[in-house]
């Protein structure tokens, strides 16, 4: 553990809530000097109310369509002044990154500013209430889904697969090692990097608050989630899912899903399986 | 000593930015303000000038970039106009009341719909209550030294607020006239090197900016935001002054023709008040008794000026290069702003002209000085703005 508690204890997150853990974890790894933005969102929680901040590091709000372009111009005002030991590190949710947000994160990484993007998916805007984002999975109510979600989510990672990332991730709050891992190679990048984190959402998801762990465990276990990395044109897929079968267990485990019907429940399985084939094969190739 | 060229209010205000040594440029592309930035990353690209520009996706990511690259502590610029503009609006509240000392360019067109490429206010219009010093300048020359003594103003600590400089689309930034450009000696003589003053992103001392704010402290924040927009008024006195004794070129935040002992006085902006200034010249030959009165610094409004210019006048009118739909011309609420300030008892009338693109000719400046004084004469009130140069034939009216 290092010496300083970069993230403050007692934050006003959600009981249950997995944003604060995978933050508390990153700058474990980054260090104090980083330099972190959130969108209005769940993450701006630890940037705080008032006089009040969770975090430890110069932080700033940025607004919910452009956090990348902030963090564009914080990078590059570093390289300005010399500082090239200080981090910049986004902290945003689904709809400020698959949605809103996407465009500012398109030209960001286009660009190629020096700054690691960390997307908390708790699939859908929670900060809000809980209306579905298109990070939200098909067949889950939502406030404005409230039979069921009857659109497949949007596959970010794959969409970003042909962008001139520096380090592209998906990670879990499930595996909180194999996140600060990812996030240490992201860290000794000169260019952009994606790290997508499912963190899942007791109060949206509609589970008992000690479950984030057990339910996240669920999702990598099932094929639901998948970790897996690319760096220099190669993709690694990180763990293999164990049984694709397991998905009901998966949903059956949030409330979310109480309107599933058995179709809709074998399209996410379905899905699933394709999801990793595709993968698989696209780890036989060179990317770039 | 500096070099003549021949610039036109875009290349100026490239210039412009280049001797306010400017790390970092963040700029999307629109008509009429491109030459602006490809100017200036055509100045980087053959390293003539030595600054770090970010070629945004949009607008909107260029001010989100100029705004995190202000808050780490760089001098930074951006310019927009029109449609640009407007994506920019989230971002410029969140500019100033972030205290950053930012400057951009607004090369004023016309805000859609309909579509049109051509020069009015109704931009810029739109921003005037976002907490920004507005400075319309309306020649390439005052185009490149606004840019300069913007950046001495917004950066002074009393100030702490940034600022639009204002030319007219096609008529300033597409005229090519006489420029004098500062050398990089002359220029320092000026402009300084930037150094950050208040809050901002640096791991020696964590802050966080642009929190969440309560009810309990907001209204406080804005008022603060609001002296500091007006300590601005007395900054610029200052600095206009410094600046012209360094290059000789004097400034002031209302420049005014002809108004002593001006019966009838025009308020105007922009570009066209060179017209109005010329129109009034001919017509004092002819002995009437008129003036012109333009407002530089639209933001914060020289009230106190403005009202002790109109001492004595007997009719006022004013020309807004923008339509306030079922309301005044905002320039013309300014005005009466100012008349009540100084308990002006004067008539004034406000005039629409000149929109998207419609030139203003010495006729319509003649217009509206004949129907102030015909209005005046009959003790008439204003009681709608009068639309001086419209085409009568081609409205349609519904009702």
Redesign the interface.
Known sequence: MPELDLVSKGMTTCQGCAMELIARAALEVLG????T?TP?SCS?II?????E?G?????????L??L??????????????G?ND?KVMGYAGDGGTFDIGF??L???I??GHKAIYICCNNEAYMNTGGQRSSATTIGATTKTTPTGKKEVSKNIDFMLLHTPLAYQATASVGDIRDFKRKVAKAAEKDGPCFIHVMSPCPSGWKYPTDQTIAIAKKAIRSGMWLLWERENGKITINRKPADFDAIPEYLHSQKRFSRLDDETTEKIIAEARTRYQTLLKLSELELN | MGVIKALDGNAAIAHGVMRSKV??V?AYPITPQTPIVETIASLIDKKEYEA?Y?????E???L???????????R?FTASASHGLALMH??TG?CSASRLPAVMAVVSRAIPGPMALWCDHSDIMTQRDQGWIQLFAKSPQEALDFTMIAYRVSEDERVLTPTMVDIDGFYCSHLTERVDVPSEEEAEKFIGDFKVVNAH???D??????????P??FTEIKRSQDLGMRAASGVLDERFEEFGNVFGRRYSRIICDDVEDAETVVVCMGSMSGTAKHVVKQLRASGKKVGVCRIVAFRPFPSRELSGVLRGVRNVAVIDRVSAMGSFGPLYEEVLAAMNYGRIGANAYSFVAGLGGRDIWEQTIEDVIAKAEELGARGETCQAPIWIDLKEEKVVYNA
């Open positions: 104090p000097k980083t330099i933005m209005p701006a940037t705080g109310n008032g006089d901040t975090w430890g590091i110069p932080c700033v709000q940025t607004v369509m452009s990348p372009a902030f963090a564009s111009g914080v990078s590059e005002a570093l390289k300005i002044q500082k200080v465009q500012a398109s030209g960001a286009e660009r | 790390q970092l963040a770090t970010i070629t945004a996706e949009s909107h990511s260029a989100s970039a100029i705004i995190g690259a202000a808050s780490t502590g760089v930074t989230e971002l969140t992103l640096d791991t001392m964590p802050y966080a900016m642009n929190n969440l704010t309560s309990g402290i």
